[in-house]
């Protein structure tokens, strides 16, 4: 059975930094092709970054320039790093899992991905 939990939510200033990590197992994790979504209240939710085995990555414009995606296949955890976090960014962070190779084009998309984490809360104030 597939497994993600997610740790490293906190509140912050704007300005701060987090890591976020994603525990996963249950499955061949680094066959997989991982993500991080985000929901903030009243919005859906949306891609953040993904990463594929070989390391390839994708982020969200928004997000360019200040987060950082990365995963250890020895420690089956994908980390989420969080550098100079805007209010904007407060959500629930979610992590995602793919059994199938996913395209960087389609990489931020949640249709693409079969396993969900329960969340963790990231509130950053102003």
């Known amino acids: 059975q597939v497994q993600l939990v997610e740790s490293g939510g906190d509140s912050v200033q704007a300005g701060g930094s987090l890591t976020l990590s994603c525990a996963a197992s249950?499955?061949?994790?680094?066959?997989?092709?991982m993500g991080w979504f985000r929901q903030a209240p009243g919005l859906e939710r949306e891609g953040v970054a993904g990463?594929?085995?070989?390391?390839?990555?994708t982020y969200a414009d928004s997000v360019k320039g200040r987060f950082t995606i990365s995963r250890d296949n020895a420690k089956n955890t994908l980390y989420l790093r969080m550098n100079n976090l805007k209010p904007d960014d407060t959500a629930t962070y979610y992590c995602a899992a793919s059994r199938f190779p996913i395209a960087a084009s389609q990489a931020l998309r949640i249709y693409e991905y079969d396993y969900w984490g329960q969340g963790t809360q990231v509130t950053v104030s102003s």
């Open positions: 990463i594929r085995s070989d390391v390839v990555t």
């Open positions: 249950g499955y061949t994790y680094s066959s997989y092709f």
